[in-house]
Structure formats: structure tokens, C-alpha cells
């Protein structure tokens, strides 16, 4: 039987795995980023874009995470090919980070252009997250499959983790736009994240590894 202190150390593991997980996934230079920043930097619908950004972050890694456990409860096998593909893929990735690490880049957004209505900017962000098919492989079979291998009465938490990276980022992102942005164009800084997201994503590949090949 599992002491308190156990317990609330497994449930801080899980939530910080899937918290370390989204963030590495969604740090990154992109057009959804930058949008961000520039509604940040025009003090434009912040709250709208970055709620929904949030938001639909949320609902697909919900879905991702609760649909894939319904889908491999009775596939153990399958759960665990997944998660070595999973393990795969962070490690693909991790290394992409690092060599990224080894070149300059930065995200710039600039405050010119007419202003948007809430209307035109929520649909604006819209398009930046719901038509890149790279959210639903991040959201909802990558976070998903990896969110699936934790025990039941856990992924609640794994979930609450990746959504609180979601809200803290944007949050950040668009709040703090005025602060970060020029941080953020500094390639140096991106120099440092991606250096970051390697290690964390390499390290979260040995740990879907070890966890897969404990079930065999």
C-alpha cells in the first residue's frame, strides 16, 4: 500500500513529464508563435487568442490521451510498439533540436499592419493551429500514445500537465510579448531552448524505453 508522500510523488512525476513533454513539442519557431507575439506586441485580443490557443490545445490532447487508452486497453502489444515508436520519435527529435541549437535562428513579429477585429483574429488563430497537421500528430497521437501509458488513475494528470504548458506558454507569449520579443530575437536565447529540448526530449526517450520493455 502506497504512502502519501509516494503518491503525491508519482502524481508530480506524471504531471511534470507531461508538462516537460508539451512544452518541448510546442516551443518552437513557427507561424502560431508568432502570430501570438505580434497580437502581444499590438496589445490586440490577447486574452481571446491566447484562451484559444490554450484551449485547443487542451481538447486535443484530452482526446488524444483518453482516446488512444480506450484504443490500446485491451492492445498491449500495440501499446507497447507505440511507445517504442514514440521513444523513436523524441529521440529524432530531440536531435533535430539540438542540431538547431547549433545554427542561429530567431522569431521576430512585427507590430505593423492594420489592426484585427476579435473576430479576425481568433479565425486567424484558428487557422495557425487547427490547419497545421503537425498539431494533430503532436496533440493527438504522440501526446496521446505516450499520455495512454500512464496508469488510469493518472492521466488526469499527464493531461493537466501538457495543458498547463499550453496556457503558460501563450500566456507568456502574448503577455509578455513587450518583455520577451527582444529575448525571442535573439538567436543565442533559441540557441539555448533548443539546447534544452534535446536533452528533455532524450531523456523522456529512455524513460518510454524502459517503461515499453518493462511489460515484456
Given at each position: 500500500?502506497?504512502?502519501?508522500?509516494?503518491?503525491?510523488?508519482?502524481?508530480?512525476?506524471?504531471?511534470?513529464?507531461?508538462?516537460?513533454?508539451?512544452?518541448?513539442?510546442?516551443?518552437?519557431?513557427?507561424?502560431?508563435?508568432?502570430?501570438?507575439?505580434?497580437?502581444?506586441?499590438?496589445?490586440?485580443?490577447?486574452?481571446?487568442?491566447?484562451?484559444?490557443?490554450?484551449?485547443?490545445?487542451?481538447?486535443?490532447?484530452?482526446?488524444?490521451?483518453?482516446?488512444?487508452?480506450?484504443?490500446?486497453?485491451?492492445?498491449?502489444?500495440?501499446?507497447?510498439?507505440?511507445?517504442?515508436?514514440?521513444?523513436?520519435?523524441?529521440?529524432?527529435?530531440?536531435?533535430?533540436?539540438?542540431?538547431?541549437?547549433?545554427?542561429?535562428?530567431?522569431?521576430?513579429?512585427?507590430?505593423?499592419?492594420?489592426?484585427?477585429?476579435?473576430?479576425?483574429?481568433?479565425?486567424?488563430?484558428?487557422?495557425?493551429?487547427?490547419?497545421?497537421?503537425?498539431?494533430?500528430?503532436?496533440?493527438?497521437?504522440?501526446?496521446?500514445?505516450?499520455?495512454?501509458?500512464?496508469?488510469?488513475?493518472?492521466?488526469?494528470?499527464?493531461?493537466?500537465?501538457?495543458?498547463?504548458?499550453?496556457?503558460?506558454?501563450?500566456?507568456?507569449?502574448?503577455?509578455?510579448?513587450?518583455?520577451?520579443?527582444?529575448?525571442?530575437?535573439?538567436?543565442?536565447?533559441?540557441q539555448v531552448l533548443d539546447g534544452?529540448?534535446?536533452?528533455?526530449?532524450?531523456?523522456?526517450?529512455?524513460?518510454?524505453?524502459?517503461?515499453?520493455?518493462?511489460?515484456?
Amino acid at each position: 500500500m502506497s504512502t502519501l508522500p509516494d503518491t503525491v510523488s508519482l502524481v508530480a512525476s506524471v504531471f511534470v513529464q507531461g508538462l516537460a513533454l508539451s512544452l518541448g513539442l510546442i516551443v518552437a519557431i513557427g507561424a502560431q508563435n508568432a502570430f501570438v507575439l505580434r497580437q502581444g506586441l499590438r496589445r490586440e485580443h490577447v486574452g481571446s487568442v491566447v484562451l484559444f490557443c490554450a484551449v485547443a490545445d487542451a481538447v486535443l490532447i484530452a482526446a488524444g490521451v483518453m482516446g488512444m487508452a480506450q484504443a490500446l486497453g485491451e492492445r498491449p502489444g500495440l501499446a507497447r510498439a507505440l511507445a517504442l515508436a514514440g521513444a523513436a520519435f523524441l529521440a529524432v527529435y530531440g536531435w533535430q533540436a539540438l542540431r538547431r541549437a547549433r545554427q542561429p535562428q530567431s522569431l521576430r513579429a512585427t507590430e505593423g499592419g492594420a489592426g484585427l477585429s476579435r473576430k479576425a483574429a481568433l479565425a486567424q488563430a484558428a487557422a495557425f493551429t487547427l490547419l497545421n497537421p503537425h498539431v494533430y500528430l503532436d496533440t493527438l497521437l504522440l501526446v496521446g500514445s505516450i499520455g495512454a501509458q500512464q496508469p488510469a488513475a493518472l492521466r488526469g494528470w499527464f493531461v493537466a500537465g501538457a495543458c498547463t504548458a499550453s496556457l503558460l506558454w501563450f500566456g507568456s507569449l502574448g503577455f509578455g510579448a513587450r518583455w520577451l520579443a527582444p529575448w525571442f530575437a535573439r538567436p543565442r536565447a533559441w540557441q539555448v531552448l533548443d539546447g534544452l529540448i534535446g536533452l528533455t526530449m532524450g531523456v523522456m526517450a529512455v524513460l518510454l524505453v524502459r517503461h515499453a520493455l518493462a511489460g515484456v
